[in-house]
């Protein structure tokens, strides 16, 4: 009914929306004054922690996407070996593991049959698995050794959105926690990013409040048959979970890829008015993959593409080459997905409005698929 979607029109409006109060949700109580990081809930001793020698992270869909950043955030800060693998394809290659191994399956639903299967797996092999989920008592998080839950509220909506930024937060919760218990050389670095992180609530909602170009902009693409999504580091799955949303909401052709491949293949899918959006890393700190970005988005400009560029403020270096420009607040390096990933949200769902499709309900997809 339209009181449950308050004043939405659809339901994935109101998540959209209700990210900041999600985020900010899912870190109460997790950070104390002084920025010191209590998971006592998690319930894994640190003596625990400190034997891991290597995390592994299992997920479908857009909860891959997550894993796939944590994967990045957790190897800078912890320095132990992590891999993100999709559920489907994670137990039939027979895995190595034992109880030095960290697994996390993230799940919004809890109830993802391939998500399951990979979890009973890893504790057959003796491997320790937290669940990151954002349902209270559903299936994965009983068959998990710990939880770490999201607190997004119920998503109604098919294609995930709130879930997925909480996702990222008790990823990056997981990370700095792990930094913390083993006393990582990054302690100054762990210190600045969890206070920067305990804010970024406000950053997502200047993000919601700087949108009305991204949704005119998606308008006019709504004839297009093929839109291409770019980045690197941590921008790579966020491109990817840019083209996902493009698939189920819009039922486009879109596709994700690491801008370094660009040479490797896909620059020659490059003609002229092809959309493509571009993640850039912020200039500051690994500056190296900024400049490269920018070379890259002249290079597919040269070839006709029509660039849509999401970049930092104060990113001056790629105002020449971006037919459209989104800018987002700055972040520490490996927070940036939590915002650069709400503009393609909203991209996404107002390129399906536009062509007429089923926002909340997209053909052939269901919520949660709880068969393998
Ligand atoms: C389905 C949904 C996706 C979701 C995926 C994983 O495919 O349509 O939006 O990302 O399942 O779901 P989970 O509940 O495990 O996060």
Redesign the pocket.
């Known amino acids: 009914s339209a009181a449950e979607k308050g004043g939405y029109d659809y339901f994935m409006l109101k998540e959209i929306a209700e990210q900041p109060k999600a985020v900010a949700d899912t870190l109460l109580g997790r950070i104390d004054a002084s920025g010191v990081l209590s998971l006592d809930e998690v319930r894994i001793p640190p003596e625990v922690l400190r034997e891991v020698d290597k995390v592994v992270i299992v997920?479908?869909?857009?909860?891959?996407h997550a894993g796939l950043i944590a994967k990045y955030a957790i190897e800078h800060w912890t320095r132990i070996p992590c891999e993100t693998e999709l559920a489907s394809e994670f137990r039939y290659r027979d895995p190595i593991m034992d109880r030095r191994t960290l697994v996390i399956a993230?799940?919004?639903?809890?109830?993802?049959m391939d998500?399951l299967m990979a979890l009973r797996h890893a504790r057959e092999q003796g491997a320790k698995v937290l669940a990151i989920c954002n349902t209270n008592g559903s299936t994965i998080p009983r068959e998990s050794d710990a939880v770490l839950y999201t607190h997004a509220g119920p998503e109604v909506a098919?294609?995930?959105t709130k879930?997925f930024l909480t996702q990222l937060v008790a990823c990056y919760l997981v990370a700095l926690y792990l930094g913390q218990v083993r006393g990582t050389k990054w302690g100054d670095e762990i210190r600045a990013v969890v206070k920067e992180l305990a804010a970024i609530g406000t950053q997502v909602e200047q993000v919601l409040s700087t949108m009305e170009p991204v949704r005119e902009l998606a308008r006019g693409l709504a004839d297009q048959n093929t839109v291409l999504f770019l980045g690197r580091h941590v921008g790579y799955p966020v491109a990817l979970e840019g083209a996902l949303k493009l698939k189920?909401l819009a039922y486009m052709h879109a596709e994700g890829f690491a801008a370094g491949e660009l040479k490797h293949g896909p620059i020659a899918l490059i003609e002229d008015g092809l959309p493509v959006v571009v993640v850039v890393p912020s200039p500051r700190g690994r500056s190296v993959l900024h400049d490269k970005i920018v070379s890259n988005i002249q290079e597919i400009r040269a070839r006709g593409a029509r660039t849509i560029v999401i970049a930092e403020e104060g990113d001056e270096a790629v105002v020449p080459y971006a037919d459209h420009l989104v800018r987002i607040p700055r972040t520490p390096v490996l927070l940036q997905p939590l915002v650069s990933t709400v503009p393609l949200q909203v991209f996404a769902c107002e390129l399906a409005t536009a062509r007429g499709n089923e926002v909340d309900q997209p053909r052939n997809?269901?919520?949660?698929?709880t068969v393998e």
């Not at 997920?59 to 891959?64: I, L, S, V």
């Not at 993230?106 to 993802?112: C, D």
């Not at 997809?365 to 698929?369: G, H, N, R, T």
Request: with cysteine; charged share 10%.
């Open positions: 997920a479908c869909g857009t909860a891959y993230v799940s919004q639903s809890g109830e993802t998500t098919v294609a995930s879930a189920e997809l269901a919520k949660s698929v």
